[in-house]
């Protein structure tokens, strides 16, 4: 927002909670924009009105939207199975979620993707930075060098290119979004890939009994709108990784799959593209395409190794 907007003070009340672009004021509702400290209803009113005489609000054709869509980039999981079965890896301006049971290398995959972001890729793809939130405490940094190596990259190089933050709450998950998107913000086209390993675990602790479900949903579905407009605003990848829990009406209805990934509707909608992944033998899982608006429901074996996330051999 370098031009003039309204005056200083109101573009850093706007920063402060992480709007830092036309477009982002044109994806934040009055009522949002009401609530940020020290803004006014005629004021959130002209700053509305100047936000859309600069960037028209409006249309697109199909052709210009086709454009648009030319700068997505795919990162790699580091199995060429796996980026197949995505079409070419982790999409950008989209949120991507994997979710399983314990052990199915969600976790993993996250680490193999703070160092495959980094790497040139195809299409032109240039590689980028990285924000890691860490929401069970299991980023471990030891695992990123090895991951390194079986690419020959630098190990300090690699660690210096992903941030890193520990949230606590739900609530801290919710404020951390507001430093990525000045972070992304600020060395606009450097990041490429937001990841939040796990996305439900602390709304899970936060909100635990049945008669606090809405509240939660509610909290999740502004947080889950909140990384929507980021992964469009900056171009960035957003991958969350998502636990699963035993659906208590399956044993009434014979369901083939007991398990089911949580946060319900609101997720299942947010999430542009989601996977299932599940144990093989050994080393091996199997990653499924349980949701995506382009992909088919299929499915890709994959290993997790030293060097993280990689095919599996014959
Ligand atoms: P939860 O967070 O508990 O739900 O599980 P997750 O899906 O995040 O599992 P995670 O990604 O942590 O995967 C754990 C699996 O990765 C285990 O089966 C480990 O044996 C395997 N693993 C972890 N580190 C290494 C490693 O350095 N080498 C190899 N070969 N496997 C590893
Ligand atoms: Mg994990």
């Given at each position: 927002?370098?031009?003039?907007?309204?005056?200083?003070?109101?573009?850093?009340?706007?920063?402060?909670?992480?709007?830092?672009?036309?477009?982002?004021?044109?994806?934040?509702?009055?009522?949002?924009?009401?609530?940020?400290?020290?803004?006014?209803?005629?004021?959130?009113?002209?700053?509305?009105?100047?936000?859309?005489?600069?960037?028209?609000?409006?249309?697109?054709?199909?052709?210009?939207?086709?454009?648009?869509?030319?700068?997505?980039?795919?990162i790699?999981?580091?199995?060429?199975?796996?980026?197949?079965?995505?079409?070419?890896?982790?999409?950008?301006?989209?949120?991507?979620?994997?979710?399983?049971?314990?052990?199915?290398?969600k976790t993993q995959l996250s680490h193999t993707l703070c160092v495959t972001a980094q790497?040139?890729?195809?299409?032109?793809?240039?590689?980028?930075k990285i924000i890691f939130i860490d929401t069970e405490n299991t980023f471990r940094p030891?695992r990123l060098?090895?991951i390194?190596?079986?690419?020959?990259?630098?190990?300090?190089?690699v660690l210096d290119n992903v941030l890193y933050a520990r949230a606590?709450?739900?609530?801290?998950q919710?404020?951390l979004l507001?430093y990525v998107?000045?972070k992304?913000?600020?060395?606009?086209?450097?990041f490429k890939l937001l990841i939040i390993d796990s996305i439900?675990?602390?709304?899970?602790?936060?909100?635990?009994?049945?008669?606090?479900?809405?509240?939660?949903?509610?909290?999740?579905?502004?947080?889950?709108?909140?990384?929507?407009?980021?992964?469009?605003?900056?171009?960035v990848a957003v991958f969350v990784t998502?636990?699963?829990?035993?659906?208590?009406?399956?044993?009434?209805?014979?369901?083939?799959?007991?398990?089911?990934?949580?946060?319900?509707?609101?997720?299942?909608?947010?999430?542009?593209?989601?996977?299932?992944?599940?144990?093989?033998?050994?080393?091996?899982?199997?990653?499924?395409?349980?949701?995506?608006?382009?992909?088919?429901?299929?499915?890709?074996?994959?290993?997790?190794?030293?060097?993280?996330?990689?095919?599996?051999?014959?």
């Amino acid at each position: 927002m370098e031009i003039s907007l309204q005056n200083v003070a109101d573009i850093k009340k706007l920063k402060a909670v992480g709007i830092c672009t036309i477009k982002g004021i044109q994806m934040t509702t009055r009522r949002a924009l009401c609530n940020v400290k020290g803004l006014s209803e005629a004021k959130v009113d002209k700053i509305k009105e100047a936000a859309n005489k600069l960037v028209e609000p409006g249309f697109l054709t199909a052709f210009e939207y086709s454009e648009k869509r030319k700068m997505v980039f795919h990162i790699s999981t580091g199995s060429q199975e796996f980026d197949k079965l995505l079409g070419g890896g982790i999409e950008s301006m989209a949120i991507t979620e994997a979710f399983g049971e314990f052990r199915t290398g969600k976790t993993q995959l996250s680490h193999t993707l703070c160092v495959t972001a980094q790497l040139p890729g195809p299409n032109g793809y240039t590689g980028g930075k990285i924000i890691f939130i860490d929401t069970e405490n299991t980023f471990r940094p030891d695992r990123l060098r090895d991951i390194a190596d079986r690419f020959n990259v630098d190990h300090e190089a690699v660690l210096d290119n992903v941030l890193y933050a520990r949230a606590y709450t739900s609530e801290h998950q919710m404020e951390l979004l507001d430093y990525v998107a000045a972070k992304f913000h600020e060395e606009a086209g450097i990041f490429k890939l937001l990841i939040i390993d796990s996305i439900m675990a602390l709304f899970r602790v936060d909100f635990s009994g049945r008669g606090e479900l809405a509240e939660r949903q509610q909290k999740l579905a502004q947080m889950l709108s909140r990384l929507q407009k980021i992964s469009e605003e900056y171009n960035v990848a957003v991958f969350v990784t998502n636990q699963m829990t035993a659906d208590p009406g399956a044993t009434m209805t014979f369901q083939a799959d007991p398990k089911k990934p949580i946060g319900g509707h609101i997720l299942a909608h947010a999430s542009t593209t989601r996977i299932s992944l599940r144990k093989g033998r050994g080393e091996l899982r199997i990653a499924k395409i349980y949701d995506s608006p382009e992909m088919p429901e299929n499915e890709a074996t994959f290993a997790i190794t030293t060097g993280g996330i990689g095919d599996a051999k014959e």
